[in-house]
């Protein structure tokens, strides 16, 4: 069955004193879906390219727009950030009468995930984390790449346009001839509406500020079944930030991928989809 085919179903879920969107498709064992925290990101323009294989591999999946994004809440109550993303994640399996579900989750949402396992131990299944925000920690590459990253993306916000925005996906994957402009276009779009720009400039202060944003510190008290995913050639968090989580996690296992970057979901999208449907229907 092709995405055309698919039944969508959105709906905007009363969680944690917010209104979090959620995209609904398939049936079988849930997977909820985070995506990062780029310009103009939702969970639907990171995981559209993964929807077939993962439905016909029998999973229901909940594509959340993690708060501040895409369609969800852009004025959030105080306090730690991936605090109320993951409130905002048990709130929405608590509607929807889910009592256990598999977290997959990219940069910041693979942040979202860990603080959910943390907080939320009994609601959480298997863990698929792509470069996780948070969790993981530069050990031997220069803090150059992350000062470049966060210089790319306020370049972006002091003159948003579709060269600014390709700038940030250069740094996001390693071939960025291969990221058609559709894509561009549609992520500067959402980027560029004014709730949005408002919400993501409180964000980056919010995050810099944020001591609970350290999840790397509570990395071994998740003791779910977890899968670690990585580009070798990540410029946002490099293969190395790996290392901590990979060694104090109790129950995981890391992958990593040649000439790929940050969003190993599209550029590896088959050797992906593959992936996580093993990990995840493995006894």
Same mark, same amino acid.
């Given at each position: 069955?092709?995405?055309?085919?698919?039944?969508?179903?959105?709906?905007?879920?009363?969680?944690?004193?917010?209104?979090?969107?959620?995209?609904?498709?398939?049936?079988?064992?849930?997977?909820?879906?985070?995506?990062?925290?780029?310009?103009?990101?939702?969970?639907?323009?990171?995981?559209?390219?993964?929807?077939?294989?993962?439905?016909?591999?029998?999973?229901?999946?909940?594509?959340?727009?993690?708060?501040?994004?895409?369609?969800?809440?852009? %004025?959030?109550?105080?306090?730690?950030?991936?605090?109320?993303?993951?409130?905002?994640?048990?709130?929405?399996?608590?509607?929807?009468?889910?009592?256990?579900?598999?977290?997959?989750?990219?940069?910041?949402?693979?942040?979202?995930?860990?603080?959910?396992?943390? %907080?939320?131990?009994?609601?959480?299944?298997?863990?698929?984390?792509?470069?996780?925000?948070?969790?993981?920690?530069?050990?031997?590459?220069?803090?150059?790449?992350?000062?470049?990253?966060?210089?790319?993306?306020?370049?972006?916000?002091?003159?948003?346009?579709?060269?600014?925005?390709?700038?940030?996906?250069? @740094?996001?994957?390693?071939?960025?001839?291969?990221?058609?402009?559709?894509?561009?276009? $549609?992520?500067?779009?959402?980027?560029? $509406?004014? $709730?949005?720009?408002?919400?993501?400039?409180?964000?980056?202060?919010?995050?810099?500020?944020?001591?609970?944003?350290?999840?790397?510190?509570?990395?071994?008290?998740?003791?779910?079944?977890?899968?670690?995913?990585?580009?070798?050639?990540?410029?946002?968090?490099?293969?190395?930030?790996? @290392?901590?989580?990979?060694?104090?996690?109790?129950?995981?296992?890391?992958?990593?991928?040649?000439?790929?970057?940050?969003?190993?979901?599209?550029?590896?999208?088959?050797?992906?989809?593959?992936?996580?449907? %093993?990990?995840?229907?493995?006894?």
């Amino acid at each position: 069955m092709s995405t055309a085919e698919l039944e969508f179903k959105d709906e905007l879920v009363e969680a944690a004193g917010m209104k979090i969107h959620v995209t609904d498709v398939g049936s079988g064992d849930p997977i909820v879906m985070l995506h990062g925290g780029g310009p103009g990101a939702s969970s639907m323009s990171n995981f559209k390219g993964n929807v077939d294989n993962l439905v016909a591999a029998g999973f229901r999946l909940l594509l959340v727009d993690q708060p501040g994004f895409g369609g969800s809440s852009k %004025d959030l109550p105080d306090g730690s950030y991936f605090e109320l993303a993951a409130k905002a994640v048990k709130g929405v399996l608590d509607a929807k009468g889910i009592t256990k579900s598999h977290l997959l989750g990219n940069s910041l949402g693979g942040g979202t995930a860990v603080k959910v396992a943390i %907080d939320y131990p009994e609601v959480a299944d298997r863990l698929v984390l792509m470069g996780p925000g948070g969790a993981a920690v530069n050990i031997l590459t220069s803090g150059d790449i992350v000062e470049s990253v966060a210089k790319t993306v306020a370049e972006f916000y002091a003159s948003p346009g579709l060269e600014s925005i390709r700038r940030f996906v250069d @740094l996001m994957v390693y071939d960025s001839s291969n990221i058609p402009d559709s894509v561009l276009e $549609e992520r500067l779009a959402a980027a560029t $509406e004014p $709730e949005a720009m408002a919400f993501m400039k409180q964000l980056f202060v919010k995050l810099a500020t944020d001591p609970g944003k350290d999840l790397w510190k509570d990395v071994d008290k998740i003791h779910h079944r977890s899968l670690l995913v990585w580009g070798r050639d990540d410029r946002v968090l490099p293969l190395d930030s790996a @290392l901590l989580a990979f060694h104090r996690m109790p129950d995981v296992r890391l992958v990593a991928f040649s000439k790929c970057g940050h969003w190993v979901q599209a550029e590896k999208q088959e050797e992906f989809d593959r992936l996580v449907i %093993d990990f995840l229907t493995a006894p």
